[in-house]
Structure formats: C-alpha cells, structure tokens
C-alpha cells in the first residue's frame, strides 16, 4: 500500500513535467489560438517599441482591444497612444508582463482589467498556448505550483491539436485575431456591425450576472507592476473594463467595489471613471461581453480622453505632427 501511494504522488508531479517536455518539442505555434494570439501581440508590442517618446498605453484583454482606439486618440486629441489590449485568457501576471517589456521613462499605462483579473489567476488555455508555443521563458518566471498550474490547465483537446498541428497545421481562416484586422496602433477594427455573429450575439442574453472579487494574488501582481514601472520612470492609472450591462450590477458587486477602491488608496493607485460609464447595451455587444461593435468603440474611446483630462497629457501630445513628418 505504501508503494502504492508513493507511486501514485510521483505519477502525479512527474506526469505534468513529460508533459510540458512533449509540448516543448512539439511546434505548437501552429495550433491556431497559439498563433493568432501569437502574431497579434508580435504586431502590438512591436509598435509600443517603435515609440522613442512618452505614451499612452492601453493593457488589458480584448475589452480593451475592442473596446478603445488609440488612432482616434492620435487623431482627435493629438496623443500618442497605442493599444495593447490581446486576451483577457492570458490572466493578469502575464499580461503586467507583457506590458513591462514596453515601458520606457514618461509612459503611462492604462489598465482597464477584466473584472476576472482582479480574482485569483485561472490559467486557461490561452496562457498555456501562448508560452509554451511562443514565450517558454516565461515559463521559468513561474513557480513551480504556478507551472504545475500551467500543465494541468491543458486540456485532453488541447494536447491532440499539439500532436496533429506536427503535420498539419490549423487554419488561420477564422482565428480571432488577425495582424491585418488591426490598425497601425493595435485597434481591433473587425468589429463591424455586418460582421455580426448573430447565434454569439443571441447568447449574451441569457449570460449570467456575476459577483466578483478582489483577491490577494492580483493585489501582489498589481503592486509587482507598479515597482517595475517605477524603476524605469513609468507609472498607470486603473479603470474599469468595458462590460456588457447586464453581467455586472454595480449593487451586486458593491463589496468588490468597495475593496478595490480602499485597495488603491492604501496604495497611491489612480483609478479613472466609474464602471458604469463602461456598461455597454446588448445592442451595442459585437460577440462577447466585453466586446462593443465599432460604433460604441468610438465612444468608448471619447469617455477615457473625457476620464484622463485630469491628468498632464502634455508629455504624450504631438502625434498628428509626427505621424507627418513620417510621410
């Protein structure tokens, strides 16, 4: 019986690890969610990179890749802004890492968090695809309950497409975001109200309301971000996520609220706007909750210049002259 129970605790530690080496070997960024998250965020960071100057930078999921325009800052308020909204799947450590790799003295970040980064971190596929096909060093920032995490999440399906995608690759055609959907500064622009999915579209409907949380884990990862940004000259302000109405009742989630609040006062944290000013109608919803069409996009985009004008944006103005000179 003893070695028994030895046996099964060893299988049980061992296993993830010849997992996590078999998906090392196998060229997993050609599984599509791995390459479309993949190339996207190439293509983001990319252009965070290119900007010598202080900027405006938007971190979050894809509420915020869809739900904000970093051209129509450039264009309308002469910021320069860029947006780096990807998947809110990646979870908040690795997206607070994502960030970091582009921040330089003068910027400021704008996170406007899924409510689910603020509860402990999930770890859904998205993350395991994104390292383990395109960012494994990540993999070595983790400890090791964070990596056993990381390998469990993988699920059965996710494991057959490694396998198969050695010989034949997925599809790009229908991935959820391309390179060329985006505009030069990382907003989504298939978001078009003729390219409704309309059964997705159905679906939000019937979708729940929930109550969130306020965890101890995000708190550490958002006070992590902050000390790195401070060592480079960079600082961020909260806001709120842009939400389908329905799923988050502000009455609901008063304690939430309440927490975060107090959170980022004992901590010298800003955060801009109130989270109805972020509640969007089903009629304005592209496919997702956090997702508005193009329209709502726009004025999503008009309500944060309106949230930041009480901040100095003078450092990050100039954009529309540049962008000339660059022609």
Same mark, same amino acid.
């Given at each position: 019986?003893?070695?028994?129970?030895?046996?099964?605790?060893?299988?049980?530690?061992?296993?993830?690890?010849?997992?996590?080496?078999?998906?090392?070997?196998?060229?997993?960024?050609?599984?599509?969610?791995?390459?479309?998250?993949?190339?996207?965020?190439?293509?983001?960071?990319?252009?965070?990179?290119?900007?010598?100057?202080?900027?405006?930078?938007?971190?979050?999921? /894809?509420?915020?890749? =869809? *739900?904000?325009?970093?051209?129509?800052? !450039?264009?309308?308020? $002469?910021?320069? #802004?860029?947006? +780096?909204?990807?998947?809110?799947?990646?979870?908040?450590?690795?997206?607070?890492?994502?960030?970091?790799?582009?921040?330089?003295?003068?910027?400021?970040?704008?996170?406007?968090?899924?409510?689910?980064?603020?509860?402990?971190?999930?770890?859904?596929?998205?993350?395991?695809?994104?390292?383990?096909?395109?960012?494994?060093?990540?993999?070595?920032?983790?400890?090791?309950?964070?990596?056993?995490?990381?390998?469990?999440?993988?699920?059965?399906?996710?494991?057959?497409?490694?396998?198969?995608?050695?010989?034949?690759?997925?599809?790009?055609?229908?991935?959820?975001?391309?390179?060329? /959907?985006?505009?030069? =500064? *990382?907003?989504?622009?298939?978001?078009? !109200?003729?390219?409704? $999915?309309?059964? #997705?579209?159905? +679906?939000?409907?019937?979708?729940?309301?929930?109550?969130?949380?306020?965890?101890?884990?995000?708190?550490?990862?958002?006070?992590?971000?902050?000390?790195?940004?401070?060592?480079?000259?960079?600082?961020?302000?909260?806001?709120?996520?842009?939400?389908?109405?329905?799923?988050?009742?502000?009455?609901?989630?008063?304690?939430?609220?309440?927490?975060?609040?107090?959170?980022?006062?004992?901590?010298?944290?800003?955060?801009?706007?109130?989270?109805?000013?972020?509640?969007?109608?089903?009629?304005?919803?592209?496919?997702?909750?956090?997702?508005?069409?193009?329209?709502?996009?726009?004025?999503?985009?008009?309500?944060?210049?309106?949230?930041?004008?009480?901040?100095?944006?003078?450092?990050?103005?100039? #954009?529309?002259?540049?962008?000339?000179?660059?022609?």
């Amino acid at each position: 019986m003893k070695r028994f129970f030895i046996g099964l605790g060893a299988g049980f530690f061992v296993t993830p690890l010849l997992l996590l080496a078999l998906a090392l070997g196998l060229p997993t960024e050609k599984v599509g969610p791995a390459r479309w998250v993949g190339d996207c965020l190439k293509v983001k960071l990319a252009v965070a990179r290119e900007e010598a100057k202080p900027q405006i930078i938007i971190l979050s999921g /894809s509420n915020a890749l =869809y *739900g904000f325009s970093a051209r129509s800052m !450039r264009e309308r308020a $002469d910021l320069r #802004a860029v947006n +780096l909204g990807m998947h809110a799947g990646l979870g908040l450590k690795y997206t607070l890492y994502y960030g970091l790799s582009v921040a330089k003295k003068g910027d400021l970040f704008v996170l406007p968090f899924e409510y689910e980064f603020y509860e402990p971190e999930r770890y859904e596929g998205a993350l395991s695809l994104q390292i383990l096909a395109n960012d494994p060093a990540f993999f070595g920032k983790l400890s090791p309950p964070e990596q056993f995490k990381l390998i469990a999440s993988i699920t059965a399906s996710e494991w057959i497409a490694f396998v198969r995608n050695r010989t034949r690759p997925d599809p790009v055609e229908g991935a959820g975001c391309r390179p060329e /959907s985006l505009t030069k =500064y *990382g907003d989504q622009t298939a978001n078009q !109200r003729a390219g409704l $999915d309309k059964k #997705a579209h159905a +679906l939000l409907a019937a979708r729940p309301a929930r109550v969130f949380s306020l965890s101890a884990e995000a708190k550490e990862n958002i006070l992590w971000f902050k000390r790195e940004l401070a060592k480079v000259g960079a600082s961020f302000v909260l806001a709120y996520p842009n939400t389908l109405e329905p799923i988050f009742n502000v009455e609901e989630n008063k304690a939430f609220l309440s927490d975060l609040d107090a959170f980022a006062a004992a901590e010298g944290i800003v955060i801009i706007g109130r989270p109805e000013d972020r509640a969007f109608s089903l009629d304005q919803a592209f496919d997702t909750n956090y997702h508005v069409d193009s329209v709502r996009q726009e004025e999503n985009t008009t309500i944060l210049l309106k949230q930041l004008g009480g901040i100095d944006l003078r450092p990050f103005q100039g #954009a529309i002259e540049e962008q000339k000179d660059q022609r």
